[in-house]
T-cell receptor, first 114, second 114 residues
Framework: NAGVTQTPKFQVLKTGQSMTLQCAQD?????MYWYRQDPGMGLRLIYY???????DKGEVPNGYNVSRLNKREFSLRLESAAPSQTSVYFC?????????????FGPGTRLTVT | SQKIEQNSEALNIQEGKTATLTCNYT??????LQWYRQDPGRGPVFLLL?????KEKRKERLKVTFDTTLKQSLFHITASQPADSATYLC?????????????FGTGTRLTVIP
């Protein structure tokens, strides 16, 4: 049981390049999330998927798109990377979109945009 | 807008003492509050959830209190050990993106000195 896995672990992009961050969970969780974490800002929600087939914007969705490929996988795409998107990105999942469940986080992807 | 204040960015204590971390929130009355631990270079790990009708919750050396009148949660680690050194995050339901999502504080970095 690997939990939540993310690829890649590190990535360096040039401004304007695109890339997709991959996330998968093997816990049969319904809800999945993408966060970014910046110094002094805490974790901020980018997009979430309450259940397979649905996605919604979080606090900071601009410049990102997501795909809930199936119940296991939730990807985050940067179409045209900008230096402001330099951050650590975390994927998380929870059993259901209910109020009482904790979130399980992946190890993170450290992205640098030059 | 939603706001969480965690007492300080960094807290240093001697091994064996009790560490007390504070989470203050504004603007609304959350149904629950969660605490997470984050080690450098890793994703957050869930520790405890406390509901609005619970005054206190314990897990091994951890204790959380929730005062909905003061809009404050206290997180205590008793008999602290160097292995407790980490950043501790407070999280509440998000009223911007929906109560099934979490809004995180910026965290308090705890260092336990041997």
């Amino acid at each position: 049981n690997a939990g939540v896995t993310q690829t890649p672990k590190f990535q360096v992009l040039k401004t304007g390049q695109s890339m997709t961050l991959q996330c998968a969970q093997d816990m049969n969780h319904n809800s999945m999330y993408w966060y970014r974490q910046d110094p002094g800002m805490g974790l901020r929600l980018i997009y979430y998927s309450a259940s397979e087939g649905t996605t919604d914007k979080g606090e900071v969705p601009n410049g990102y798109n997501v795909s809930r490929l199936n119940k296991r996988e939730f990807s985050l795409r940067l179409e045209s990377a900008a230096p402001s998107q330099t951050s650590v990105y975390f994927c998380a999942s929870t059993p259901a979109a209910l109020k009482k469940y904790e979130q399980y986080f992946g190890p993170g992807t450290r992205l640098t945009v030059t | 807008s939603q706001k969480i204040e965690q007492n300080s960015e960094a807290l240093n204590i001697q091994e064996g003492k009790t560490a007390t971390l504070t989470c203050n929130y504004t603007n609304y009355s959350p149904a629950y509050l969660q605490w997470y631990r984050q080690d450098p270079g890793r994703g957050p790990v869930f520790l405890l959830l406390i509901r609005e009708n619970e005054k206190e919750k314990r897990k091994e050396r951890l204790k959380v209190t929730f005062d909905t009148t003061l809009k404050q949660s206290l997180f205590h680690i008793t008999a602290s050990q160097p292995a407790d050194s980490a950043t501790y995050l407070c999280a509440l339901p998000s009223y911007q993106t929906g109560a099934n999502n979490l809004f995180f504080g910026t965290g308090t970095r705890l260092t336990v000195i041997p």
